[in-house]
């Protein structure tokens, strides 16, 4: 095991991997911008870095300054948690260069995996339901044209790199397209510094459905079950559940073999998760997470399995704890992401917390890092929390969770508590019949009745 590991982030999931580092037995390394001094990781780690100013390029980008920390503090492992450099290939390889041990994927599967039109392929040739759309990139409006007329309008354009909503538009016939395409491949050439794009069937109302799996270098490959994270705004995952509340105990364990021996063929190592767009009982691939989820918790709730341990564990070059007939899905967990957002509008509210209280009692979980008098940054990711709630089954879940978005106090920011507590009251959700766009039409209702 570990002696050190460094950790390459901030805010919840550097406290929550630093905790697991503690489990272990293993002493860790928090770096932090001038920014995030007084942050609640800095606090906790046994040792602090300062690695840069605010900007993220300048700290939390900054390769050179995190490696520099590594070696001065003489980790011996580098765990990157979420976003940032978390599906950086180039800094994956410059970790292992360094001899020191990228708590994640080889830098081979994380380049794969993040170039969507490659992932395609790859996992494509390994028996992944893929959604009907161009061979690869689009190398001209031409090529574009006779794609869309084979799959037919609506259609979707893609961009090859990146996420989360960026370089995708949609297009609903013919006259569209160019305009379309020229757009989303000029919007994934600011965001991902790579315009290629490609399209494909677009889906009306389907779930996002997501495996998460594990892998380690003893030949072990499981799945967990799923995560339904149909609940989004702008491409934006706003809650995640597991189990789903439309998958039959059937499908699960279809989509999760499935999925189990295509990563298993791939000789992965670590844990990931596999997207799925799922409508009409068909499985689609969307892409693949070569990283620790942010919505990780529900899965470990269901399953009683430690991912973040098991991560750890896996770099370390350990077998997995437990093989496939051991994991069971048991009960129910949801989490919802605290934003400090104004609840309607979205507009992020950096400033202080001046006065907090966290929900407790039996089945919640608050994964946070914030604390009385924190100042929230205006430089980052405006999510602050997680509040995760867990139950014997979904109706206690919904209940449980009501209860402790009313116990939740963080005043003296806007945050989007409010907009859970209005969820909860909507008969659709209450029956779990919601789909990927089914948040963007309530609140564009919401708007308009106000």
């Known amino acids: 095991m570990f002696k050190k590991v ?28 001038t920014a995030d001094s007084k942050a609640m990781h800095v606090r906790m780690a046994d040792e602090s870095v300062c690695i840069g100013p605010p900007q993220a390029k300048d700290s939390y980008l900054n390769i050179a300054a995190i490696l520099s920390a590594a070696e001065i503090t003489g980790a011996d492992a580098i ?74 309008y609506p259609a979707l354009i893609k961009a090859a790199s990146g996420g989360g909503g960026r370089g995708m538009k949609l297009v609903e016939h013919e006259g569209e397209l160019e305009q379309q395409l020229h757009a989303a491949s000029s ?49 934006q995952k706003v809650l995640e559940e597991a189990p789903s509340p439309v998958l039959t105990p059937e ?74 007939e051991d994991v069971k899905i048991q009960g129910h967990a949801i989490e919802c992401r605290i934003n400090a957002e104004d609840p309607m509008t979205f507009v992020p509210s950096p400033g202080r917390i001046n006065e907090f209280h966290a929900p407790g009692g039996l089945g919640i979980r608050f994964d946070s890092a914030v604390y009385d008098g924190y100042d929230i940054p205006p430089f980052y990711d405006s999510m ?16 449980r969770l009501k209860r402790a978005l009313e116990e939740t106090v963080l005043a003296g920011i806007k945050t989007t508590v409010p907009l859970f507590e209005k969820l909860l009251d909507e008969p659709e959700f209450q029956k779990g019949d919601y789909h990927i766009h089914w948040l963007g039409e309530w609140l564009a209702g919401q708007e308009k009745d106000d």
């Open 187 to 235: 919007e994934a050439e600011a965001a991902f510094g790579d315009g290629s794009v490609y399209i494909e069937r677009y889906l009306k109302k389907p779930r996002h459905i997501e495996i998460q799996i594990a892998a380690d270098s003893h030949g072990n490959v499981v799945h967990l079950g799923e995560r339904d994270c149909s609940l989004q705004r702008r491409n």
């Open 384 to 399: 602050i929390g997680k509040l995760i709630v867990f139950g014997d089954n979904r109706d206690l879940v919904l209940n």
């Open 79 to 152: 765990h990157p948690g979420y976003g940032f450099l978390s599906e950086n290939a180039r800094f994956a390889e410059i970790v292992k260069a360094h001899n020191i041990t990228f708590i994640g994927p080889s830098s081979d599967h994380i380049k794969t995996m993040g170039d969507k039109i490659a992932a395609k392929k790859a996992v494509g040739d390994l028996g992944i339901p893929l959604v009907p759309g161009s061979d690869g990139a689009l190398s001209n409006i031409d090529e574009a044209r006779a794609a869309a007329k084979e799959i037919g």
């Open 6 to 33: 460094l950790i390459a982030n901030r805010g919840e999931i550097a406290l929550r991997v630093h905790r697991a580092c503690r489990e272990l037995g293993i002493a860790t390394v928090a770096v932090h911008s």
């Open 251 to 324: 499908q699960r364990a279809q989509i999760g073999e499935t999925t189990r021996k295509a990563i298993e063929g791939l000789g992965y190592l670590g844990v990931g998760t596999v997207e799925y767009l799922y409508e009409n009982g068909e499985f689609f691939f969307i892409e693949m997470n070569t990283r620790l989820q942010v919505e990780h918790p529900v899965t470990e709730h269901v399953t009683g399995i430690d991912l973040v341990r098991e991560q750890i564990s896996i770099a370390a070059g350990n077998p997995l704890s437990f093989k496939q």
